[in-house]
């Protein structure tokens, strides 16, 4: 396997960010820990699969851009009402131009997606959350509240009445799981294998 070589470096929210490149292929790495690549993304299109199918109208806000995968996936399906929130201005700007994804730059809105939830009146038929590695492994102690019950609230406020809400974890969560039943009609686990360790999870929760 190549050795990665560092691309970027930048300070971010969570810390230091850092683009690197093994081979064909780029990874992101937030704090010190591994955040990201390009490898597969099955999960992540998953993510919006799910929620595409669905989402009773055509407005979807997908919480982290990553590295694409998410926002290339709902484009493939014709999607054209997308915003994605994302935090990191680097990652924006890696999205435009080392990962190739020009349509960051016209679906992204460069913000914390707690605050902009607090601050918009927007509504959307879907919600697919990916800012972390899963509810128990947020990137910065504050995103923790999105997955408690006032931040399943906050979500749940700006879906449309029978919208749906996708959560992108890297691990089986029943705490976060047993929040979702407390605030959701119906809610499915899809868990996708992963060459190492345990599979991605994508939890499916409906109005």
């Given at each position: 396997?190549?050795?990665p070589?560092?691309i970027?470096?930048?300070?971010g929210?969570?810390?230091?960010?850092?683009?690197?490149?093994?081979?064909?292929?780029?990874e992101?790495?937030a704090?010190?820990?591994?955040?990201?690549?390009?490898?597969?993304?099955e999960?992540?299109?998953?993510?919006?699969?799910a929620?595409?199918?669905?989402?009773?109208g055509p407005?979807?806000?997908?919480?982290?851009?990553?590295?694409?995968?998410?926002?290339?996936?709902?484009l493939s399906?014709?999607?054209?009402?997308?915003?994605?929130v994302?935090?990191?201005?680097?990652?924006?700007?890696?999205?435009a131009?080392?990962?190739?994804?020009?349509?960051?730059?016209?679906?992204?809105?460069?913000?914390?997606?707690?605050?902009?939830?607090?601050?918009t009146?927007?509504?959307?038929?879907?919600i697919?959350?990916?800012?972390?590695n899963?509810?128990d492994?947020?990137?910065?102690?504050?995103?923790?509240?999105?997955?408690?019950?006032?931040?399943?609230s906050?979500?749940?406020?700006?879906l449309?009445?029978?919208?749906?809400?996708?959560?992108?974890?890297?691990?089986?969560?029943?705490t976060?799981?047993?929040a979702l039943?407390?605030?959701?009609?119906?809610?499915?686990?899809h868990?996708?294998?992963?060459?190492?360790?345990?599979?991605?999870?994508?939890?499916?929760?409906t109005?």
């Amino acid at each position: 396997m190549d050795s990665p070589t560092i691309i970027d470096t930048v300070q971010g929210a969570c810390g230091e960010l850092v683009l690197r490149r093994a081979g064909h292929h780029y990874e992101i790495i937030a704090d010190g820990m591994f955040l990201m690549d390009t490898r597969a993304g099955e999960s992540e299109r998953l993510l919006i699969r799910a929620a595409a199918s669905r989402m009773p109208g055509p407005r979807m806000l997908i919480g982290g851009l990553g590295v694409g995968f998410s926002l290339r996936e709902a484009l493939s399906l014709g999607l054209t009402d997308v915003v994605v929130v994302e935090r990191e201005p680097a990652v924006i700007k890696w999205n435009a131009s080392y990962l190739g994804n020009a349509d960051a730059l016209t679906h992204c809105v460069q913000a914390d997606l707690i605050s902009w939830l607090h601050n918009t009146p927007d509504r959307f038929d879907a919600i697919c959350l990916d800012i972390d590695n899963g509810p128990d492994w947020t990137l910065s102690a504050d995103n923790a509240t999105l997955y408690s019950a006032p931040g399943l609230s906050l979500l749940r406020s700006h879906l449309t009445p029978t919208g749906v809400l996708t959560t992108w974890s890297a691990a089986a969560s029943p705490t976060f799981e047993a929040a979702l039943r407390a605030h959701f009609q119906s809610v499915e686990t899809h868990p996708t294998p992963v060459p190492r360790g345990e599979p991605d999870i994508v939890y499916v929760a409906t109005l």
